[in-house]
């Protein structure tokens, strides 16, 4: 495969060669899309805990047991109050 990089890309890849963690571009590829596929699988971990929360959610909010939100809205400025008193 043979890719064209934007000249900031190029330099910015020489620059990382150049602190000699790296030997060569395709040490500082290979370690890009390592750093890629690791940001992606926590990004889809968080999806699908996001998406059980929310469901979990919908099901109390279904059986009455949810909150109004003027309810949480004024739970969350308490709360804030309440850390302010104690920074004081």
Do not use: C
Request: no cysteine.
């Amino acid at each position: 495969m043979n890719i064209t990089l934007k000249p900031e890309i190029e330099q910015f890849i020489q620059a990382q060669i150049a602190t000699g963690r790296y030997a060569n571009a395709e040490d500082v590829i290979i370690k890009a899309l390592k750093l890629l596929a690791e940001s992606d699988e926590g990004y889809q971990e968080w999806e699908e805990d996001t998406r059980q929360k929310v469901d979990i959610a919908i099901a109390e909010l279904e059986r009455g047991e949810g909150l109004d939100g003027e309810t949480v809205v004024m739970q969350i400025l308490d709360r804030f109050q309440k850390a302010r008193e104690l920074q004081e």
